[in-house]
């Protein structure tokens, strides 16, 4: 008595697509990379000043600095053009 699901038709149907698995990882890539950075920065405020409240502080503001600069950062990605301009290989120029 289980209703198998529905399978849109048309365009709908096209429409899906499966990010690959570096695109699904990415966000633990950002993760990774930001709290390796903010554990380096809380080791390095541990070792001079030895008080841990303050590394845990400064633990958290890199943690967020960092996750927050590498999102920003891949959001606003190059991702060069796949055609060249159609003028910069023209060989009509008079030189």
């Not at 096209?14 to 950075?37: C, N, Q, T, Y």
């Not at 903010?38 to 503001?61: E, P, S």
């Amino acid at each position: 008595m289980s209703e198998e699901p529905t399978v849109p038709e048309g365009d709908a149907a096209h429409e899906r697509v499966r990010p690959s698995l570096r695109d699904r990882l990415r966000p633990l890539e950002l993760l990774g990379i930001s709290g390796a950075l903010a554990v380096f920065a809380g080791l390095i405020t541990v070792f001079t000043t030895r008080d841990w409240i303050l590394a845990g502080i400064v633990l958290g503001v890199a943690f967020v600095l960092a996750l927050v600069t590498l999102a920003m950062l891949a959001l606003g990605g190059y991702e060069p053009p796949k055609d060249p301009p159609s003028n910069v290989l023209d060989d009509d120029s008079p030189h």
